[in-house]
Antibody, heavy 123, light 113 residues
Framework: QLQLQESGPGLVKPSETLSLTCIVS??????????WDWIRQPPGKGLEWVAT???????YYNPSLRSRLTTSVDTAKNRFSLKVTSVTAADTAVYYC???????????????WGQGALVTVSS | DIVMTQSPDSLAVSLGERATINCKSS????????????LAWYQQKPGQPPKLLIY???TRESGVPDRFSGSGSGTDFSLTINRLQAEDVALYYC?????????FGQGTKVEIK
């Protein structure tokens, strides 16, 4: 059974960088079939797609956040990561990592999700 | 971005009755090339991540009870929960994957009356 687990600091100061890692178990991240994505959910609000990474290292970002995002993959350690720079209170959210069944390199639906990691931006 | 609008925001249904959630996309998400609607439905219980219920607007994910069904085409879609059970209390989201970025509806809360 595939499992995803996010890890990272729960509190980040404004203007600093948020860093999260998603560890994948029960299946290889190097598969050609799926993409690996980040989705966030501000407290009490809806879901927002953030970024995606493929096993080759190819990345794609939500245009609204692109200038502040970096995502990467480590196939040897079966994990992928997200960095968000210059964070503000608006970046406070539960960040989920998820596996995506692709219809294109940037679209598709999400069939496995991590439990989520709450990241609060506050001084 | 394609805007997904769900209605109602919340609904209360008696146990054993039917719940219907609507989802409207701001543009057509039926791809004429393959005649598929690029829409998924998710269930999210408190403190849990979303769970995929339905994709291609009406294809049930493996393991999802058959009381969950999806319908609709083009811009108007529905998720129906027949014979509502206590375990179905949750937030439900639709998501389009026709165009980048994939976008979600605001969610519909289903409660027991």
């Amino acid at each position: 059974q595939l499992q995803l687990q996010e890890s990272g600091p729960g509190l980040v100061k404004p203007s600093e960088t948020l860093s999260l890692t998603c560890i994948v178990s029960g299946g290889p991240i190097s598969t050609d079939t799926y993409y690996w994505d980040w989705i966030r959910q501000p407290p009490g609000k809806g879901l927002e797609w953030v970024a995606t990474v493929y096993n080759s290292g190819a990345t794609y970002y939500n245009p609204s956040l692109r200038s502040r995002l970096t995502t990467s993959v480590d196939t040897a350690k079966n994990r992928f990561s997200l960095k968000v720079t210059s964070v503000t209170a608006a970046d406070t959210a539960v960040y989920y990592c998820a596996r995506r069944r692709p219809t294109t390199v940037t679209t598709g639906y999400f069939d496995y999700w991590g439990q989520g990691a709450l990241v609060t931006v506050s001084s | 971005d394609i805007v997904m609008t769900q209605s109602p925001d919340s609904l209360a249904v008696s146990l054993g009755e039917r719940a219907t959630i609507n989802c409207k996309s701001s543009q057509n998400i039926l791809y004429n090339f393959d005649n598929k609607n690029y829409l998924a439905w998710y269930q999210q219980k408190p403190g849990q991540p979303p769970k995929l219920l339905i994709y291609w607007a009406s294809t049930r994910e493996s393991g999802v009870p058959d009381r969950f069904s999806g319908s609709g085409s083009g811009t108007d879609f529905s998720l129906t929960i027949n014979r509502l059970q206590a375990e179905d209390v949750a937030l439900y989201y639709c998501q389009q994957y026709y165009k980048t970025p994939p976008t979600f509806g605001q969610g519909t809360k289903v409660e027991i009356k």
